[in-house]
């Protein structure tokens, strides 16, 4: 039977009626600080802690229910005679239900410029304590650290007068993830003060799910999709305005999908299928690059991934509903679009903010994780060097920019062909340069006449730039490095192809 509750939460929403629920079950409850001051203001019957523990709160508050008389009445195993002998000789009353949330640490260095001083003043000690010490003693003891529970946990007391054992020990390991986050925030904010990101010794971090899928990659394969606690960001905050639900292989190529379409200031459409371009292109509007991208690989792009950097209009939704999409992505829709867009049952509809800055790269490997910085380099141009006779002209240039954007977005070994700031064929992870490029050279077919041609790695022989030539490629960019560059740069001279070396690898494994 629930006849003692502590209550001494961060986050007060539903808490005065949850109180109110409480004192009309019959329940006593203890409270501290400003819960306390919330729950009387109410008009419920509430006593403070030091009630019971005949000590005052000090230290600002640092200290009130580190103290025997608190933990005494939580941590007692009820049915163990020297425990409940302990109890009777030092006047300790039982606690059965223990209600925290903690200090908003998170919030708290989640604001600009937050002094090091106030963010340890938000590092909850007397709460993880309690709700630690109720979630070990949960065969007695209810632990609510989650406002979402305070409905069903006042239904369970109606109907039986008590929690279940079973619900108590799934509110425990509700308690103990809870402050296992809480933990993991706190660590990886000290690892940032002490310069160790973005690879601290211990390497932690902390989700909660979001949604069951479907299934995975494949139908006989398990899914769901989590999100860093915390303020959300990345995947995590996107809104999804209208369609089914998202599916594994959606989310893994929506994630490329929005990487890409953001290497560009001017307006930008990028269509994706499994996790890479089959049609990407800047214009001087969105309908422009949308068209243009959807114009590069027309068959791919069914049932592709659209991401799109600029709000989608009228005429860019209109072009867009005239195939099966199965997501859009952009960081807002206009009235317009959206009428237009929802017409279409299915199709989803995503709106999210641009891709923040500095991230790092989670590979799950057996045993282990590997990390690394995202693929995120400011290159500078001027590093770059021409080793052909015959230099870029200045429009060659703008392609051979954007084509060498979108290269490090392709799965390796990777080659893309660009004319008109749009792709015109994608040669996608194979395991030769060469046969990557006749894939590419092939797709693009006859516009590849004067087109350009970017690859993520150097050339290990010269047979790439060969190929290249006899579909006339006009101009190449690569990271140079090879020992056989020179067989290379002869090609190129050969055939008056102007050749950039960027010295920097674009590797996607």
């Known amino acids: 039977m629930i006849k003692n509750a502590l209550i001494s939460v ?11 629920s409480l004192a009309e079950l019959g329940v006593t409850i203890y409270s501290t600080g400003g819960t306390f001051r919330t729950i009387a203001d109410a008009g419920v019957t509430v006593h403070q802690v030091d ?24 941590l007692a195993v009820r049915d163990n005679e020297e425990h409940v002998k ?15 949330n903690l200090y908003p640490f998170r919030e708290t260095i989640a604001k600009p410029n937050v002094a090091l001083e106030e963010a340890i003043e938000n590092i909850d000690i007397g709460g993880p304590t309690m709700v630690r010490s109720a979630a070990k003693n949960n065969a007695f003891v209810g632990i609510v650290v989650n406002p979402e529970r305070y409905d069903e946990v006042i239904v369970r007391l109606k109907a039986d007068g008590d929690l279940g054992r079973d619900f108590r020990f799934a509110l425990a390991k509700e308690a103990f993830a809870h402050t296992a986050a809480y933990d993991t925030a706190i660590a990886n904010y000290f690892s940032e003060q002490l310069g160790q990101t973005p ?7 902390a989700y909660e799910k979001v949604t069951d899928l479907r299934y ?45 379409v953001w290497e560009f200031e001017e307006p930008a459409a990028c269509i994706i299928k499994h996790t890479n371009p089959c049609g990407a292109a800047i214009g001087s509007d969105l309908h422009d690059a949308y068209v243009k991208a959807y114009e590069a690989d027309s068959v791919s792009a069914f049932g592709g991934i659209v991401a799109l950097n600029r709000e989608v209009d009228e005429a860019t939704a209109t072009e867009m509903s005239k195939i099966f999409l199965e997501v859009i992505m952009a960081p807002k829709f206009s009235a317009k679009a959206l009428t237009i867009l929802t017409a279409k049952k299915n199709i989803r509809l995503i709106e999210l903010a641009k891709p923040e800055a500095d991230q790092v790269v989670v590979k799950k490997v057996s045993g282990g994780l590997l990390v ?34 979108m290269v490090k977005h392709v799965k390796s070994n990777a080659i893309l062909i660009a004319k008109d700031l749009q792709t ?76 950039v070396f960027t010295h920097v690898r674009h590797f996607k494994h």
Do not use: C
């Open 10 to 20: 961060s986050d007060k929403t539903g808490i005065v009626d949850f109180a109110k």
């Open 51 to 74: 009630e019971l523990t005949k000590f005052p709160e000090m230290m600002d508050g640092r200290v009130k229910t580190l103290h025997p008389m608190v933990h005494g009445g939580i």
């Open 86 to 100: 302990a109890m009777q000789e030092h006047g300790i009353q039982p606690i059965d239900l223990v209600v925290v």
């Open 199 to 205: 690879f601290p010794p211990e390497y932690l971090q």
């Open 216 to 260: 995975g990659e494949n139908p006989h394969q398990k899914a769901a999709f989590y999100k860093e606690i915390g303020e959300a960001s990345g995947m995590g905050a996107m809104k999804q305005l209208h369609g089914k639900e998202l599916s594994y292989n959606n989310i893994v190529d929506m994630e490329a999908a929005w990487n890409m």
């Open 372 to 405: 690394q910085t995202e693929d995120d380099l400011k290159e500078d141009e001027t590093s770059y060097t021409v080793v052909t006779k015959v230099q870029p002209t200045e429009e060659q240039w703008q392609e051979l920019r954007f084509a060498w954007k």
């Open 424 to 499: 015109l064929g994608v040669g996608a992870g194979q395991m030769n340069r060469v046969g990557a490029a006749k894939i590419a050279l092939e797709e693009a077919g006859e516009k590849a006449k004067g087109a350009v041609l970017a690859s993520d790695a150097f050339f290990p022989f010269g047979d790439t730039v060969a190929t290249a030539a006899e579909h006339g490629i006009t101009a190449i960019i690569q990271p140079g490095g090879s020992i056989r560059d020179e067989e290379s740069i002869a090609k190129a001279d050969e055939a008056g192809i102007a050749m």
